[in-house]
């Protein structure tokens, strides 16, 4: 029988929310339930943590998502 082990995997985002679909205060609850969604009910999976480091707003387009 194969020795069962523990992995840890640690990863970061970077989002980029345009528009006015949410507001600034709700990106991060947003995105903790697409997170929370995503990872619920799967095999071997014991938890996981999620917390936002920085959330900055701008105004007008940077991207350029509107050409």
Not at 32 to 56: A, H, K, S
Request: a negative charge; aromatic letters at 16%; one cysteine or more.
């Amino acid at each position: 029988m194969r020795e069962r082990t523990t992995k840890y995997v640690t990863g970061a985002f970077k989002l980029t929310f345009y528009g006015d679909y949410y507001d600034s205060d709700e990106v991060q609850s947003v995105f903790q339930r697409w997170i929370d969604i995503g990872l619920e009910d799967r095999d071997d999976l014991c938890g996981w943590d999620f917390t936002v480091v920085n959330m900055d707003e701008v105004a007008g387009d940077p991207e350029g998502y509107d050409k």
